[in-house]
């Protein structure tokens, strides 16, 4: 098992594309928190009533859609190329290599989300500072939060891992994830009632962003999280019984 | 030494079957040419030894046992099926690389077989830039990182030009030489009758036949004895079975001397008396003319 997640580890740093989606995480996560953060400073000051957390996090949007992306390609990309079938005939074992691939890619996107979520929070509040309004992460469920960013953002990670097992065709895939983090929630916005946004709590993004709110809005933080990763775990667990069975 | 073992294999896809009931056995220690027209089931085959396909029914076995349950396939059995089924933005080395960790093989070995195949000083170029000869050198150099007793081959001189055709015979007969099994699939005879041993032809899934390079020419083939002369009609009343062909007279139930020695006689004067060795190629599409998926 350690063989073959050395092996992954290899085939994951050797791409480009891996460091573009992560820079692309890392980069936008930065870019539109302390955006965000300027803008609110300038239209309300040090006083308004915002959520410095929040602002300093409005880019994880956008860096879960970069590590869904990153997650669809280090399997569908095989796929595309017909590697697969040098990974497999190496590896024959094959839930032996969904899950090196999985617990490799999941370091890392943990690595690197939380990194990007840390500097986007740090960077913002820097912004805050010159009001005297930051947000510290000793404060209370603060650091949960930031904490957090990362967490969701390595879910989104491994939605995108076992969308693209599933799918094994890259544009499919990310279409699919896409749906799945972004539309589906503004799908279920239509719902009215108490039980349609009870539904709406439920809801991928809905349900996994919890985690990153000082304030939560719908299910409790780690509840949520939790429904977030059985999102996940539907689409992994029919691709691996699938990848058993199909042809490479 | 039975290397590898196919028992009444078959894999169908829908409604076409790709290989139906296929058995043969690669021997060890010998170069195995796998022939048969394009479509005939060599890929899919090599597939399913590979546990790449499943099949659809029958079994194959590597060494004994199915491939799935190698502990370190690579070391056993190296294969090359797609030279260009990588991907393009890894370097050489680091291709190899990941395949050799995958099979706990020592990292310096990916020097070793880069250097082997002539691409040492392109190690760390994107295999995107490569050319076909290029790509089916770092293919074998892949199948080779294990130092396998075994090595699978799948239409390896496709595409390649003399220089690197020449190259491959000559690593397929050096490694049989080093008491390596070579199975090598090929939809051209000629190229078989350069390399292999031992021939295992198959069309439209079947098997046709599994045999030696010589009982396969003997067996499917027969030669015949060209003569020609000033008076050919006169011969040929003294030949039953000879057919005319344009000028000469083609013969396969007497031997040159018979032919000769009834000739002089009767005083007829011959230009020419030739054995005809039947070549590979012809026994080839002898045998294959049935089954050629799509005959032009």
Redesign the interface.
Same mark, same amino acid.
């Given at each position: 098992m350690i @063989? $073959?997640m &050395? %092996? *992954?580890w +290899?085939?994951m740093r %050797? $791409? &480009?594309?891996t460091v573009w989606t992560l820079g692309a995480a890392g980069g936008l996560m930065l870019v539109v928190g302390v955006l965000g953060s300027l803008a609110v400073v300038s239209m309300q000051g040090g006083s308004g009533s915002y959520d410095q957390v929040s602002v300093s996090l409005a880019g994880l949007p956008f860096g879960a859609l970069a590590l869904a992306t990153l997650g669809v390609i280090v399997i569908s /990309? *095989?796929y595309r +190329? /017909? !590697?697969i =079938? $040098? +990974?497999? !005939? !190496? $590896?024959? @074992?094959r839930l032996r290599f969904l899950a090196a691939k999985t617990v490799v890619f999941t370091v890392v996107a943990l690595v690197v989300g939380t990194a990007a979520s840390f500097a986007a929070f740090l960077a913002g509040q820097a912004v805050f500072a010159g009001e005297g309004a930051a947000a510290s992460l000793a404060d209370p469920e603060v650091l949960r939060a930031v904490f957090g960013g990362g967490l969701y953002l390595t879910a989104s990670g491994l939605l995108g891992l076992a969308c693209g097992a599933l799918i094994r065709h890259t544009p499919g895939a990310i279409v699919t994830v896409i749906a799945l983090i972004m539309v589906l929630p503004v799908l279920a916005a239509v719902l009215t009632g108490e039980t349609g946004r009870r539904i709406q709590e439920y809801v991928t993004s809905n349900a996994g962003s919890q985690i990153t709110k000082v304030h939560p809005t719908g299910l409790a933080p780690w509840t949520g999280l939790a429904v977030y990763l059985l999102w996940v775990a539907v689409p992994f667990v029919v691709a691996a019984v699938l990848l058993r =069975?199909r @042809?490479? | 030494m039975t290397a590898i073992r196919a028992t009444n294999l078959t894999k169908r896809y829908g409604r076409t079957t790709a290989v139906a009931g296929l058995s043969f056995d690669v021997k060890a220690g010998q170069v195995t040419g796998f022939l048969g027209p394009n479509g005939a089931g060599k890929s899919t085959s090599m597939r399913m030894i590979l546990g790449l396909d499943r099949p659809t029914s029958g079994t194959v076995t590597v060494d004994g046992r199915p491939y799935s349950k190698l502990e370190h396939p690579l070391r056993k059995i190296g294969a090359l099926l797609d030279a260009r089924a990588v991907h393009g933005g890894r370097s050489a080395r680091n291709h190899l690389l990941a395949i050799a960790q995958s099979n706990a093989i020592p990292s310096s070995r990916v020097k070793e077989v880069l250097e082997m195949v002539g691409l040492g000083e392109v190690a760390g170029r994107r295999i995107g830039g490569f050319s076909l000869g290029m790509s089916q050198r770092l293919g074998i150099a892949a199948a080779l990182l294990g130092d396998p007793e075994i090595l699978l081959f799948d239409e390896p001189v496709n595409g390649l030009d003399p220089d690197g055709i020449l190259w491959i015979r000559t690593l397929m007969r050096g490694l049989a030489a080093e008491g390596r099994t070579v199975f090598v699939s090929s939809h051209l005879m000629s190229e078989m009758a350069q390399t292999a041993d031992h021939l295992i032809v198959i069309g439209r899934g079947a098997l046709i036949a599994d045999t030696s390079v010589a009982e396969f020419i003997g067996r499917s083939s027969q030669g015949y004895v060209r003569v020609r002369s000033p008076h050919l009609t006169e011969v040929a009343s003294l030949l039953p079975d000879a057919e005319l062909h344009h000028d000469h007279l083609r013969v396969t139930s007497r031997s040159p001397l018979e032919i000769g020695v009834l000739t002089a006689e009767r005083g007829l004067a011959l230009e020419e008396l030739t054995f005809v060795q039947p070549t590979l190629e012809a026994a080839y599409m002898e045998l294959t003319k049935d089954s050629l998926e799509y005959s032009s």
């Open positions: @063989d $073959v &050395r %092996s *992954e +290899t085939k %050797s $791409v &480009r594309s /990309g *095989e +190329t /017909g !590697a =079938r $040098v +990974t497999l !005939a !190496a $590896v024959p @074992d =069975r @042809d490479a | -």
